[in-house]
């Protein structure tokens, strides 16, 4: 399971430091993506899945009203 987008998260939406949380998130979420292709290939007999949490919400809070949410921003 990938980080989610704390950069939109209330705490930084406005602020000086969204830009640097996205940048770590999607570092993180990079890394995160080749280590579990490499245990994946490690380990032929297993399912191995990664769950992209950070498109998730991202479609999410970018469609918040076709999901019935009327604050995104707290």
């Given at each position: 399971m990938s980080a989610s987008p704390e950069e939109r998260f209330p705490f930084y939406v406005g602020g000086?430091?969204?830009?640097?949380?996205?940048d770590r998130i999607q570092e993180f979420n990079a890394v995160l993506d080749v280590r579990v292709k490499n245990f994946a290939d490690a380990h032929p007999d297993m399912n191995v899945i990664l769950f992209d949490v950070y498109s998730w919400f991202n479609?999410?809070?970018?469609?918040?009203s076709q999901y019935g949410f009327q604050?995104?921003?707290g």
């Open positions: 000086q430091q969204a830009n640097a949380v996205k479609e999410k809070l970018d469609n918040a604050n995104i921003t």
